[in-house]
């Protein structure tokens, strides 16, 4: 469909692709320094944050600043790092726009320095001229302890944030009945 736009229209794609992809760098800061401001500034009023794993389930900003905070609580430092971002816009709205984020973090949990590969799947909008989360709902490949990455890695259950060991939610092929057909709108 981007052939059909104009060169301005075009240009304004471009721009608002960097848009985005700064707000998902901005996460990890916003994470980072337990910013509950900034939590505020990138998420839209009526956001919903999910996990597939069905640990995050807010709806609405309150919610989520309460989500975030009482997460922090349990967290020592962290290093939120994005690998790449995948935007994608949607011709019917130009405020509207949805996108895929690799990524990794490393924190320290209960006093236990892990390691975490994350997904995000994001549902953007732009509010007052500014591009923001309106949906986010995060997986993990991995959440282990740095110590165990060399044994576990390619085990079924290598998430172990909250004491337990449960399964890894992607590469979905391998844990899905359904599989990767959700990539293909990516693609």
């Not at 956001?47 to 609580?73: C, H, P, W």
């Not at 732009?126 to 490949?141: A, I, Q, T």
Request: without cysteine; negative net charge.
């Amino acid at each position: 469909m981007t052939d059909k736009l104009s060169l301005e229209q075009r240009i304004q794609r471009v721009e608002d692709r960097a848009e985005i992809q700064e707000l998902g760098i901005l996460y990890g800061f916003v994470m980072d320094e337990r910013d509950d401001f900034g939590i505020r500034q990138i998420f839209t009023e009526d956001a919903t944050l999910r996990s597939q794993d069905g640990v995050f389930a807010a709806n609405g900003i309150d919610e989520i600043v309460e989500t975030y905070l009482g997460r922090f609580k349990r967290l020592g430092p962290t290093n939120h790092y994005s690998h790449g971002h995948v935007v994608r816009f949607r011709d019917e709205d130009p405020d509207s726009a949805f996108g895929l984020i690799a990524s990794h973090a490393e924190v320290v949990r209960n006093g236990t320095a892990m390691q975490v590969a994350l997904r995000y799947k994001d549902e953007y909008r732009r509010v007052d001229g500014k591009w923001r989360f309106s949906d986010r709902l995060m997986s993990y490949m991995y959440y282990l302890p740095v110590a165990e990455i060399p044994e576990s890695l390619g085990d079924r259950n290598t998430v172990r944030a909250y004491g337990d060991e449960r399964p890894a939610e992607w590469p979905e092929v391998l844990y899905s009945e359904t599989g990767s057909e959700w990539l293909h709108k990516y693609l």
